[in-house]
């Protein structure tokens, strides 16, 4: 189970990562089912990035897997997306680096999303930190 304690303790890490690369970012925390239980935009971080970080923390949680392997997997040749944004339901996914599953026991129990780091690929650095990689 997710709570609501190691939620914001990714959310803490998060921010330290991102302040240790001087980024300014949002962090979002979903449990498995996709419902955000926690989200910080950090001071100086456009106004978009909080639904970013949740979009790329859903398309995690519901794909059991990171975004930056999607994105991989998507890249090349699967049209399962046209592209890296969809819906689905009052869901939005977000397929790009930046989402990474939560474990407890091998089990995905949840996901961070991170949004704000250019290029993306420091927006996966700070989500792997955030979920404690």
């Known amino acids: 189970m997710l709570t609501l304690e190691r939620a914001v303790g990714c959310i803490a890490r998060g921010i330290a990562k991102a302040r240790a690369l001087d980024f300014c970012v949002a962090v979002a925390v979903v449990d498995d089912a996709g419902h955000l239980v926690a ?5 100086g971080a456009l106004w978009i990035t909080p639904e970013i970080a949740r979009a790329k923390a859903n398309a995690a949680a519901a794909f059991r ?16 997306f046209a592209s890296t944004v969809a819906s689905l339901g009052d869901y939005q ?7 990474v599953p939560l474990l ?21 650095a700070i989500a792997e930190a955030a979920a404690g990689g």
Not at 93 to 99: D, K
């Open 104 to 124: 407890d026991d091998g089990r995905v129990v949840g996901a961070v999303g991170v949004s704000g780091a250019v290029p993306a690929d420091n927006d996966h």
């Open 39 to 43: 989200c910080h935009r950090m001071d």
């Open 65 to 80: 897997t990171t975004t930056l392997d999607m994105e991989t997997r998507f890249s090349q040749g699967r049209q399962l």
């Open 93 to 99: 996914l977000v397929f790009g680096r930046g989402g």
